[in-house]
Structures are given as C-alpha cells and as structure tokens.
C-alpha cells in the first residue's frame, strides 16, 4: 500500500538543499505568507494552545521550573543585577500578587480553617510554646513601641537559648533558678521606653516578680 507521508518525508529528506534555497531566493514572499497565514488562523491557533496548555498543564509548568532554574545557574550575575534594578517593582509585584492570591482563595481558606479547626489550634499551641514561638511572640509585643520609634528589633530564639545558658537558667537580678513553675522572662536592660533596643545584648533573662519591680528604670544586675 502506498503512503504518500513517508513517500512526501523521504522526497523532502532528499531535495533538502534544494527547498533551503528556494526559501532563500523566496523569503521575502515566505514572510509576507506566514504573517498572512497567522491573521488568519489567530483564533483557531489561540483555542489550541489553550486546549494544549490544559492538556499539559504539568508537564509544562515542570519545564518552565526546570528551564528558569538553569538560566538563574547559567547567568548568575545577570539575575543578581536585574533583582537589584527591578527590586521596587517585584516588591510591588509580590504584594499585589500575595493581595489577589487571598482575594482569589479566601473562601478556600475560610473552609479549610473550618474543616481542621481543631487541628490548626493544636498547632498554634504547639509553636507559641516552642522557643521560635515565643521568641517571635516578644518581637510581637514589641512592634507597637517599634512602630513610635525606630530601634533594633533583631532577637532570635537561638539568641534567646545562648543567653539563659551564659546566665545558667538563672535570674540576672536575685540568680533564682528557673522551672516549669517559674518561667523566665526577657527584661531589657535599658528599656526600649528610654533608648533600648530589642537585641541579644541588652536582653537578660528575670524572674516575673524581678521584671515587675525593675519595670521601667536601669538597675545593675547580680550574676
């Protein structure tokens, strides 16, 4: 049985050259049909890519993340120079972004809370006792006054841990012991009312009674 396609592959395999320089000779023409060809067939080729698009919605999105993270490796300092020129409008960009993201999946969410309420209560209860938890429960409390003036505002909870070690889990003004009874708090040493900032080396750890009888003023510590 004949098959014109292999017949046409094997014609066109075989007169190569001859159609490249007939295009050639003809580009002119071969440009004015193409534009002619796609104002023509715009819609028709705008509902296949987007069926094709839904066809292969994964596979393309791997690609893209596959390709964008090779051009980042091959041309690093191109990226590092266009994130520094354009760092106002990608800031911007985010924000609208993030703003439409929860705009778009708000009752999404709102059903999720709903759905594992229980679930996401056991996890806020689990991270504000953890020491990140805590550590970015104090910042918290901590960006009202930040807010009415501009100070250093920087604690982690690993800066948090190393100070009750160099302290020895003890009260830096009476050196009592801490225990799940008598938890520690972070007392600033100058007080972030009189020009103290919110940093491993004005923070100490105290006793609840010692941070309340201090409150606002600056007294020397004991250990």
């Known amino acids: 049985m004949f098959d014109k396609k292999e ?10 050259e001859h159609y490249r320089q007939y295009r050639q000779e003809h580009k002119k023409y071969y440009k004015e049909y193409h534009k002619q060809w796609y104002l023509d067939h715009k819609e028709k080729r705008k509902e296949q890519n987007k069926q094709y698009y839904i066809d292969h919605k ?3 999105k791997e690609y ?10 091959d041309n690093p300092e191109y990226m590092k120079q266009y994130s520094q020129e354009h760092k ?32 996401l209560k ?14 970015s429960h104090q910042r918290g409390k901590t960006k009202r006054r930040v807010m009415e003036r501009e100070i250093i505002n920087t604690l982690t909870a690993k800066e948090w841990e190393d100070i009750l070690e160099q302290y020895n889990y003890r009260c830096a003004y009476c050196g ?10 972070k007392d600033h040493i100058i007080p972030i009312s009189k020009g103290g900032d919110n940093i491993k080396e004005n923070i100490v750890p105290a006793c609840r009674s010692c941070n309340s009888k201090k409150g606002n003023k600056i007294i020397k510590k004991t250990v």
Not at 7 to 16: G, I, L, N, T, V
Not at 64 to 73: D, L, P
Not at 92 to 118: P, S, T, W
Request: glycine share 2%; with cysteine.
């Open 176 to 185: 009592v012991e801490f225990n799940y009874k008598n938890q520690p708090t």
């Open 58 to 60: 994964e596979e393309l």
């Open 88 to 119: 106002e409008e990608r800031k911007q960009y985010n924000k609208q972004y993030n703003k439409q993201y929860c705009l778009n999946h708000f009752e999404c969410n709102k059903q999720y809370r709903i759905d594992h309420k229980k679930e």
């Open 64 to 73: 893209m993340k596959n390709y964008m993270k090779q051009y980042r490796i």
């Open 7 to 16: 017949y046409d592959r094997k014609y066109s395999q075989e007169h190569k």
């Open 122 to 135: 056991q996890y806020r209860k689990q991270y504000n006792q953890s020491p990140e938890g805590k550590a």
